[in-house]
Each structure stands twice: as structure tokens, then as C-alpha cells.
């Protein structure tokens, strides 16, 4: 198993442009979330979903949009590059079979907007 | 809300050297509790979790973490650091069987050699 897979690594945006983080989980999980991580300040929740055709608002959703049409994918999309969106993000994602509740983590996207 | 809080922020260590990093959480019902690892340049990984039962779990690499539930504490800790170990640290929370963890904002770790 590949596990959480993410792509790019790395992106550089202008300020107004937009562009898609993609996602894929090849362990059958239901449950998928997307983080950023800032320094000194934790990872904090953008979107989530619960399952195909299921997304909910985290903590710090203003400025991106998900959209979940299979198990497997999660794709990220800014819309409007902002400097505010600079950050590294996380994909996770956890199967809510069995009672581990473990997250595993993708390798993460470090993205620049200047 | 539940909330998590991790006391060190920033914790430098000499190799050798014993480590115990605090995480306390404000949740009154049952929880799930996590640390995970973020080792330089790469993604979080889980070091341990504990669910029920003993309250000391043991993780990899030497670590364990003992589950105090009336300080709703879950410290981590190691008795001898090895410079491998210079990493961030992240203590998690799932509470009420919940599938949304609350993470704390890290410790970062240097170990000197």
C-alpha cells in the first residue's frame, strides 16, 4: 500500500491565482481531512469528510474548497491565492472500522503564495 | 470544546538526557488520546495511542506515555534521548468517539549529540 499520497510537494502561486492540492488514500478509509500547519501553531482542520459525497467545514475553512466524488480522493482547491494561505498541508485520513481512530498522514504540499 | 495543551513549546536536550513532555486536555467524557511525531522535513507519524486498559502505553522507538485521567494528563516520556529523536511533537485528543482529533500546537525537540 502507497498509504496517503499528495502532490505537489511544492508550489509557488502568484497572489489571485488558484490551483488544486490532490489527495489519494489507497486503504479504503471513510473518513479524510485536510490540515495546514504553521509554525509554532499546531495543525489546524480546513475540511473533512465523512465518506464519498460528504464534506464538512473544520476550523480555518474560509478561502478553499473540497470536493470528495470517490473513496479515495480529496482533492484541495484555493481559489484565490492569498500571502494568508502560505503554509505546508497535511492530508490524513482514518477508517472508522474497528476502533483504532489512528489518522495517517500524507507527506504534505508546501505551497508559497507571493 | 475540547482543547489541548502542550506546555513546552520548545525543549532542548543533551543526548542521555531523560524527557517528559506535558499534554493536558479539557474534555470531560471518554477520550482517545495520541502523540505523534513529526520527524524534519516530514509527515506526522504515530508514536503511540492509547484507548483503555493500562494507562502506560509503550510506543515505538523506547517512548511510552502514562494516561492520568484525573489531571487529564497524557505526558510523554523517554528515560534516555538519542539525537535520532530531534523532532516535533503533537499530542492528539478524540473525545466522545469522535473521528475529529484535536491536536495541540507541538513541541519541538533538539537533542545535541
Known amino acids: 500500500n502507497a498509504g496517503v499520497t499528495q502532490t505537489p510537494k511544492f508550489r509557488i502561486l502568484k497572489i489571485g491565482q488558484s490551483m488544486t492540492l490532490q489527495c489519494t488514500q489507497d486503504m479504503n478509509h471513510n473518513y479524510m481531512y485536510w490540515y495546514r500547519q504553521d509554525p509554532g501553531m499546531g495543525l489546524k482542520l480546513i475540511y473533512y469528510s465523512v465518506g464519498a459525497g460528504i464534506t464538512d467545514k473544520g476550523e480555518v475553512p474560509n478561502g478553499y474548497n473540497v470536493s470528495r466524488s470517490t473513496t479515495e480522493d480529496f482533492p484541495l482547491r484555493l481559489e484565490l491565492a492569498a500571502p494568508s494561505q502560505t503554509s505546508v498541508y497535511f492530508c490524513?485520513?482514518?477508517?472508522?472500522?474497528?476502533?483504532?481512530?489512528?489518522?495517517?498522514f500524507g507527506p504534505g504540499t508546501r505551497l508559497t503564495v507571493t | 470544546a475540547q482543547s489541548v495543551s502542550q506546555h513546552n513549546h520548545h525543549v532542548i536536550l543533551s543526548e542521555a538526557a531523560s524527557l517528559e513532555l506535558g499534554c493536558n486536555y479539557s474534555?470531560?467524557?471518554?477520550?482517545?488520546l495520541f502523540w505523534y511525531v513529526q520527524y524534519p522535513g516530514q509527515h506526522l507519524q504515530l508514536l503511540l495511542k492509547y484507548f483503555s486498559g493500562d494507562p502506560l502505553v509503550k510506543g515505538i522507538k523506547g517512548f511510552e506515555a502514562e494516561f492520568i485521567k484525573s489531571k487529564f494528563s497524557f505526558n510523554l516520556r523517554k528515560p534516555s534521548v538519542q539525537w535520532s529523536d530531534t523532532a516535533e511533537y503533537f499530542c492528539a485528543v478524540n473525545g466522545g468517539g469522535s473521528y475529529i482529533p484535536t491536536f495541540g500546537r507541538g513541541t519541538s525537540l533538539i537533542v545535541h549529540p
Open positions: 490524513a485520513s482514518t477508517s472508522t472500522s474497528g476502533s483504532s481512530y489512528e489518522q495517517y
Open positions: 474534555y470531560g467524557g471518554t477520550v482517545n
